[in-house]
T-cell receptor, first 114, second 113 residues
Framework: NAGVTQTPKFQVLKTGQSMTLQCAQDMNHEYMSWYRQDPGMGLRLIHYSVGAGITDQGEVPNGYNVSRSTTEDFPLRLLSAAPSQTSVYFC?????????????FGPGTRLTVT | QQPVQSPQAVILREGEDAVINCSSSKALYSVHWYRQKHGEAPVFLMILLKGGEQKGHEKISASFNEKKQQSSLYLTASQLSYSGTYFCGTEINYGGATNKLIFGTGTLLAVQP
């Protein structure tokens, strides 16, 4: 299993540009999430999904869109990039069940907006 | 909703012990603990469910006080490999598991020889 994969690893955008961060997992996990990590702020939840076709907002959703058309993929779209979105983005997944399970993180995408 | 972690940073010598605390203002269903090395993704350590259980992982253990909505991570006889940033993640108690896992701001742990 490849686990959770993210592309690209690094990206530089100009203010106002749009792009999509890709995330895929091959573990058949129903739960998937996107986090951003900034110095001193920890991991902040952007959007999350409990299954294909179902998404919800996390703590910091503004400026980001998600969709979940398949169990495997959970792309994150930046609509109009701003310097405040410079961050490291982590995608994560875990199984859904009658109890809570550990979360598996992807390697991250480092995004710089100039 | 973000849980509060303390201390923000701690420096230890090899062999010393440390405690990291995680506190929430909401009733919790579970607490997760992860460790992140510089430039890497967070890695799972353990999960504690409501019920006051304590779990262990090598020389790292944790407790969860459901009534106080607090969890503590105990690192015993620290090793150089324990260095990193520790995060607690909390799931609010809506009656079962959800996918809304909210993390604290992290505790930077540095173990020196």
């Amino acid at each position: 299993n490849a686990g959770v994969t993210q592309t690209p690893k690094f990206q530089v955008l100009k203010t106002g540009q749009s792009m999509t961060l890709q995330c895929a997992q091959d573990m058949n996990h129903e739960y998937m999430s996107w986090y951003r990590q900034d110095p001193g702020m920890g991991l902040r939840l952007i959007h999350y999904s409990v299954g294909a076709g179902i998404t919800d907002q996390g703590e910091v959703p503004n400026g980001y869109n998600v969709s979940r058309s398949t169990t495997e993929d959970f792309p994150l779209r930046l609509l109009s990039a701003a310097p405040s979105q410079t961050s490291v983005y982590f995608c994560a997944s875990r199984p859904r069940g009658d109890r809570t399970y550990e979360q598996y993180f992807g390697p991250g995408t480092r995004l710089t907006v100039t | 909703q973000q849980p509060v972690q303390s201390p923000q940073a701690v420096i230890l010598r090899e062999g010393e012990d440390a405690v990291i605390n995680c506190s929430s203002s909401k009733a919790l269903y579970s607490v997760h603990w992860y460790r992140q090395k510089h430039g890497e993704a967070p890695v799972f350590l353990m999960i504690l469910l409501k019920g006051g259980e304590q779990k262990g992982h090598e020389k790292i253990s944790a407790s969860f006080n459901e009534k106080k909505q607090q969890s503590s991570l105990y690192l015993t006889a620290s090793q150089l490999s324990y260095s990193g940033t520790y995060f607690c993640g909390t799931e609010i108690n809506y009656g079962g598991a959800t996918n809304k896992l909210i993390f604290g701001t992290g505790t930077l742990l540095a173990v020196q020889p």
